[in-house]
């Protein structure tokens, strides 16, 4: 149980981890993406803004060359410089340029474009760092915006020379950027321009512009500084949390602001016109992709682990089903085990009660038969005596001839008895199926001449080879003769044949002319027996013994009822030749 906790802890973590993983890898991916892009559209925006402003930085230098406007800066001062001025206000017109001014050396406007107006003619701007940028002998810029009704200026000031290369004043052009940001309002991004200051003086969205992304309160304590701008205008910046992201910067402001909740922060320097260009880029793109890729491994792994447990399910059920095959083969197998041990056993039984009953029956047969020779013996020798004494000499000699007769047929089933002992339960060879009939056609032979019983055997003349053991054959043949008498008991004339004949196989048939067999299909079963019990053979083993000596042959025996009457016992055996 605590095993499996850990475990599903452990698939739990793992699969966090790895949609973490995920999450990181497509937000960073699609940062990398969102910054190359955000690069690219701020140095487009800083070029634009750099380039035109070049349309007005060229202008003082070219008026600088005028001789007009040389030859006006060392003019009397009481004088008018209105002609000046007109001229001045035409250039503007051309340029586009807010207001153009004519400086002397000390830095006094002596003439302006916007001369009708409310004009900075008779204004010193002598501490103004592009005046001073321009007498140093280089092209000075500034910004600034004087009054809360004008427009944000920028100015880019040059310097005047006499004849000698003297700097005898300045030319200074005023430039109004609400015209340029006009053309860059549609902009997605937010791109704004920071001074010095940190004043956002430049701007694609309104509500940014005059925001100190700086010290406000520093920027306003110093008095200088502060002046070129409409101090009053001046705010602070929106509030926003600046954090550092996979090595970026990010804004995240939590108010509702014209700005993304969440964006990028890139800058690039602009040392052109003094100022640095700023970029804000919505990361919701980049979260939405990374919220959608962790999203479809999220589905995948959950895929995957059903996909898992469902295997493991299958292989689960398999293995149970295995199992109980297995107990199922097992407790077969001991069954049939236990059911070969007890039919094995129960074979043994039979064949040990089959070789006492065959010994009983041979044992019964033999004492018989030595029995009547020997009584013979002993009334002929009796007779011989009686016989000698009378000196019938003749007849003597004819009962001797009795006697060494019969004497020589004991001597026989002595041997058959002798041959039957040592041949027991050698294996199968060739033999002499004429010789077996023959043999116990002789044992059976006192027991079928006092029934009566009529032999019909035609000998073959020569020996009959088949696969077999001699004793084994001898008692089935025995075992169907004495079947055969025994059935015929009652009969007037009872008669049996034998008869041997040959195709592919070797047959004996043994046919008598009783009342036939009761039941056919139920002879062969051990134990089936219609005589009755305890009448010396009434065992019901004879046959089914028989059946199973044959068949250890190689051969059968089949019993049915003759179509004249009687019962009729076929035994096949294989052809010694065969094999
Ligand atoms: P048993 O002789 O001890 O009865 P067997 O197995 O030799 O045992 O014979 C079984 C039965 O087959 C006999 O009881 C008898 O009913 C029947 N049987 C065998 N041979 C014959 C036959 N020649 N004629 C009629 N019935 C027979």
Redesign the pocket.
């Known amino acids: 149980m605590l095993k499996r906790v850990v475990i599903i802890l452990l698939i739990g973590l793992t699969a966090v981890s790895l949609l973490w993983g995920v999450w990181r890898w497509s937000y960073n991916e699609a940062l990398v993406q969102l910054e190359v892009r955000g690069q690219g559209n701020l140095s487009l925006a800083s070029d634009r803004l750099v380039s035109q402003f070049g349309r007005y930085r060229q202008l003082p230098v070219v008026l600088s060359d005028n001789p007009v406007l040389r030859e006006a800066v060392v003019r009397d001062p009481k004088e008018s410089f209105q002609d000046i001025s007109i001229f001045l206000e035409r250039a503007a017109d051309v340029t586009g340029a807010l207001d153009i001014l004519l400086l002397d050396r000390s830095g006094t406007t002596l003439a302006a474009a916007n001369w009708q107006d409310d004009s900075f003619i008779g204004v010193n701007f002598a501490g103004r760092p592009d005046f001073v940028r321009a007498m140093n002998g280089a092209l000075g810029f500034y910004h600034s915006q004087e009054n809360a009704d004008d427009p944000r200026g920028f100015y880019f000031t040059t310097a005047l020379r006499d004849g000698l290369g003297n700097i005898t004043g300045g030319i200074s052009i005023k430039v109004d950027l609400e015209v340029l940001e006009v053309e860059w309002r549609g902009d997605p991004e937010i791109i704004f321009f920071t001074d010095a200051n940190g004043v956002i003086f430049i701007a694609n969205r309104h509500s940014l512009l005059l925001r100190v992304y700086g010290d406000y309160d520093e920027l306003l304590s110093n008095e200088k500084e502060s002046q070129r701008y409409v101090r009053a205008q001046l705010q602070t910046m929106f509030p926003f949390a600046e954090d550092e992201k996979f090595g970026r910067t990010r804004w995240v402001q939590s108010e509702d602001f014209e700005i993304p909740l969440r964006s990028l922060y890139l800058k690039t320097p602009l040392p052109v016109i003094g100022m640095t260009g700023n970029i804000l880029l919505d990361l919701k793109p980049v979260e939405e992709q990374a919220r959608l890729r962790t999203a479809l491994a999220a589905a995948f792994l959950v895929m995957l682990g059903l996909l898992i447990m469902n295997l493991l399910q299958r292989r689960r059920t398999l293995a149970d089903l295995l199992k109980i095959e297995e107990k199922a083969t097992a407790e077969l197998e001991i069954r049939v085990a236990d059911r070969t041990a007890q039919l094995q056993s129960a074979n043994e039984h039979l064949v040990q009660a089959g070789k006492l009953a065959a010994l009983g029956q041979m044992s019964a047969g033999i004492s018989h038969e030595l029995n009547q020779p020997l009584a013979a013996i002993q009334s002929y020798a009796e007779n011989a005596v009686i016989l000698l004494e009378r000196e019938r000499t003749a007849d003597v000699s004819k009962n001797l001839g009795q006697i060494s007769s019969l004497a020589g047929r004991m001597g026989r089933i002595i041997r058959n008895l002798r041959a039957f002992s040592r041949k027991e339960g050698e294996p199968a060879g060739e033999v002499d199926l004429v010789k077996v009939v023959e043999d116990t056609l002789e044992l059976a032979g006192i027991r079928l001449r006092e029934k009566n019983v009529v032999v019909h055997w035609v000998k073959p003349t020569k020996p009959v080879l088949v696969i077999g053991g001699g004793v084994r054959l001898q008692q089935v043949v025995l075992?169907l003769i004495s079947?055969?008498t025994?059935?015929m008991e009652v009969q007037s004339d009872p008669q049996i044949w034998l008869d041997i004949s040959r195709s592919n196989a070797v047959y004996l048939k043994v046919r008598?002319n009783?009342?036939?067999?009761?039941d056919k299909d139920k002879?062969f079963e051990p134990f089936?027996?219609?005589?009755p019990i305890g009448e010396g053979?009434?065992?019901?083993?004879?046959?089914?013994i028989s059946y199973g000596i044959v068949q250890s042959f190689g051969g059968q025996i089949v019993g049915e009822n003759h179509n004249d009457g009687g019962?009729v016992f076929r035994i096949e055996l294989t052809p010694a030749e065969a094999k």
């Open positions: 075992n079947n055969a025994d059935a008598d009783g009342p036939g067999l009761e002879i089936y027996t219609t005589k053979d009434g065992m019901g083993l004879g046959l089914s019962a």
